[in-house]
């Protein structure tokens, strides 16, 4: 395999300084799915920990890193998951921690970041203004500023996903992760490229946050002047050039799902999996339900990263046409 940025030996190694209740989730055949979709499919469920996302797999790393050296802040840029995965991990080892958010991101998220004790800064716009303030304030108070999929922690902490997937699960023909800033998807897509290679890495992105997509298929970034999706965890812009070139090495594909996928593949994990997710979490069952024949016959591992979701605007989804439109 050609080089990334992530290294194998450090990723095991993270398992060490990552605290065991983020570690070893749940992966489980989920049959109840399969008629619908055609395939044998595996969830990988990275919604059952404290912060019910994958992020503190990273920012666990990111924290043990900056206690270990003595440094006592840390700014981050956040749509609402690592802002809470970083509060917590922070929490834990006496961080003060800071989080720009757009003042437009889920209010559970925003309300959680709050209740885990970290600073919590809104800005107007979107997220990558909020990049762009957290910047500033690392530059200003001279602290850690951590930006997620650029910080190799964040990718190699999400990369652990990838050992218990390759070291405990069964053979898989595909992995079906989603997609934003990159750090889950290379992270897993290193460890799945360097430990089962014949295994099919396969990133999925909402045609309404196409960014890294547009940018993996031209082998150069592609920003977009604005984004239209539910899926708030995985809509940037501005894709990172590094984090590209990662990705252009591990990754298979890239395909984008529309919106009616996503909310459907939302409700039949609610409906045969019982699993209240965020809609960036159901990307993997959008991909398979936008092209069954691809994946007919073939077994797939998805992982479900998120749930940290407003239960209203969840409702009102979930309850909608349940039938995608093209």
């Not at 993270?14 to 605290?19: K, S, Y």
């Not at 800033?181 to 309404?208: D, M, N, S, Y």
């Not at 501005?238 to 919106?259: F, G, H, K, N």
């Not at 936008?290 to 407003?310: K, P, Q």
Request: proline content about 4%; glycine content about 10%; charged content about 25%.
């Amino acid at each position: 395999m050609q080089e990334t940025r992530l290294d194998t030996a450090r990723i095991r190694a993270a398992r060490r300084v990552i605290d065991p209740v983020f570690l070893d989730t749940p992966l489980y055949r989920c049959e109840a799915l399969e008629s619908g979709l055609g395939c044998t499919v595996s969830i990988k469920l990275e919604t059952a920990n404290p912060v019910r996302s994958f992020k503190a797999r990273g920012t666990e790393v990111v924290a043990s890193r900056l206690a270990e050296h003595g440094s006592r802040a840390v700014v981050c840029a956040s749509a609402g998951n690592l802002g809470q995965a970083l509060a917590w991990s922070g929490r834990t080892r006496g961080l003060d921690v800071t989080v720009v958010a757009s003042r437009f991101a889920t209010r559970a998220k925003l309300d959680r970041i709050r209740a885990l004790g970290a600073g919590l800064e809104l800005v107007d716009g979107d997220h990558e203004t909020a990049r762009e303030r957290a910047a500033a304030i690392a530059r200003h108070d001279g602290i850690r500023l951590l930006e997620d999929s650029l910080d190799i922690e964040t990718c190699e902490g999400a990369a652990t996903i990838g050992l218990e997937l390759v070291d405990t699960g069964p053979a898989f023909d595909a992995v079906l992760v989603a997609l934003g800033g990159g750090a889950l998807a290379t992270g897993v897509g290193h460890v799945v490229k360097a430990l089962a290679p014949g295994v099919e890495v396969i990133c999925v992105q909402p045609l309404g946050a196409p960014a890294m997509t547009h940018s993996w298929r031209r082998r150069r970034v592609v920003t977009t002047g604005s984004t239209d999706t539910i899926a708030d965890g995985v809509a940037g812009r501005c894709p990172i050039p590094v984090v590209l070139d990662d990705l252009l090495v591990v990754a298979d594909d890239a395909v984008l799902v529309r919106e009616a996928s996503i909310i459907a593949g939302m409700r039949m994990l609610l409906d045969h999996a019982g699993l209240v997710v965020e809609p960036s979490a159901a990307l993997g069952v959008a991909a398979v339900l936008e092209d069954r024949d691809r994946f007919a016959g073939r077994h797939v591992a998805t992982i479900v990263c998120g749930s940290n979701v407003d239960m209203d605007a969840y409702h009102r989804w979930v309850r909608a046409d349940p039938v995608p439109r093209p």
